[in-house]
């Protein structure tokens, strides 16, 4: 893979069909290093936003973009070998839900912190989004939601048992602490786009648990898959992204997002006394500082001052125009000085 010449910073796209695109694979990577600055490139020579990871385990990250966008992106990654299957998952938004574009170096691709745990290698049986219903109506299969807390409480399977942990990490202590191989013989695990039930699903199979059920795709191939009359789905489905969450026909939900914690938050949480926009909601008022809700409350200000002047406060559009603003004043200084050594002579 070669990086193209002089990548272009990208500008918002359209407000029509921005493609989503979700995307995973555990692979060998021995040169993920390597990888960062080409992906970078071909991410804005092609103006797609957002964030992938690169392990030496593998890739991982969401990005949106125009749909020819999104297509060279995937070809180039899958004109990798190791890539070539690449699993994706897609859906539509008609605003960008990204600001930035990054290609970040991690450890893990998703972060369980256990030694030793490796899809590529154990994992647990893969079930079709249209056979999950059948699998999770069987009375012995222990359904659980991998993901955190506060993802869990937007919506979830019927019938799942939410392990109420804070992060991924804290996954296990809750193997450890409420589940046993003897007693649950059928165990059946979903997450959002399938790749932390790669590493719970492993993990468990690692812990002498044998039968171990996946849902392949995660929620948002389920809902892509399974028609409304038919769904066993409650509620919503967060995504890291500015939608914040997305509903059974895998459009923008009803959610917002408290600018302080992350939190997904809804309209009463927004009508309540405890919220201040982009400085705190219900979740968080009584866990910040007050040095922290004031500069909140001063970022605040400078996107609304950003929007009334009709400027991008964050993103790339926002990067490009503060070097412009640093690269005038550096000339202004210089000027100066030149005129004063100027009068100096």
């Known amino acids: 893979m070669t990086a193209p010449s002089q990548p272009a910073v990208p500008s918002h796209p359209s407000a029509a069909d921005?493609?989503?695109?979700a995307m995973y694979k555990f692979v060998t990577l021995d040169d993920h290093e390597a990888l960062r600055e080409p992906l970078l490139a071909t991410m804005l020579e092609h103006e797609v936003r957002g964030t992938l990871l690169l392990a030496r385990e593998g890739i991982n990250g969401?990005?949106?973009?125009?749909?020819?966008?999104?297509?060279?992106?995937l070809d180039w990654l899958r004109s990798d070998p190791r890539l070539a299957d690449l699993d994706t998952k897609e859906s539509l938004t008609d605003k960008p839900p990204f600001l930035r574009t990054k290609v970040k170096l991690k450890r893990e691709i998703?972060?369980?912190?256990?030694?030793?745990?490796?899809?590529?290698?154990t994992v647990g049986t893969y079930v079709d989004p249209e056979q999950w219903n059948e699998l999770i109506a069987d009375p012995e299969v222990l359904l659980i939601d991998t993901r955190n807390d506060y993802e869990v409480q937007v919506g979830t399977f019927e019938g799942a048992i939410n392990p109420s942990t804070e992060a991924f990490r804290d996954f296990p202590e809750y193997v450890k602490r409420e589940l046993?191989?003897?007693?649950?013989?059928?165990?059946?695990?979903?997450?959002?786009?399938?790749?932390?039930?790669?590493?719970?699903?492993?993990?468990?199979?690692?812990?002498?648990f044998d039968e171990v059920y996946h849902l392949?795709?995660?929620i948002l191939k389920y809902l892509e898959a399974v028609p409304k009359g038919q769904t066993r789905w409650q509620g919503e489905c967060f995504v890291f992204d500015d939608r914040v969450t997305v509903n059974h026909d895998l459009e923008r939900g009803s959610y917002d997002q408290c600018h302080a914690c992350r939190m997904p938050i809804t309209e009463d949480d927004k009508h309540s006394g405890l919220y201040q926009q982009g400085v705190c909601c219900p979740h968080c008022h009584d866990r910040l500082s007050d040095?922290?809700?004031?500069?909140?409350?001063?970022?605040?200000?400078?996107?609304?001052?950003?929007?009334?002047?009709?400027?991008a406060h964050l993103g790339s559009e926002a990067v490009e125009r503060m070097e412009q603003r640093r690269q005038a004043k550096r000339h202004q200084r210089e000027a100066a000085r030149q005129a004063n050594q100027q009068k100096q002579d």
Do not use: N
């Open 110 to 121: 998703v972060t369980m912190g256990v030694e030793g745990i490796d899809p590529r290698h």
């Open 18 to 21: 921005i493609v989503v695109c």
């Open 291 to 311: 040095e922290q809700k004031a500069r909140f409350a001063e970022r605040e200000r400078q996107m609304q001052l950003a929007r009334e002047r009709g400027e």
């Open 216 to 218: 392949k795709g995660g």
């Open 62 to 73: 969401t990005v949106a973009g125009q749909r020819e966008a999104i297509d060279a992106l």
């Open 180 to 208: 046993d191989p003897s007693r649950h013989r059928k165990v059946a695990m979903f997450c959002t786009g399938g790749i932390r039930c790669e590493k719970s699903t492993a993990y468990l199979k690692e812990q002498g």
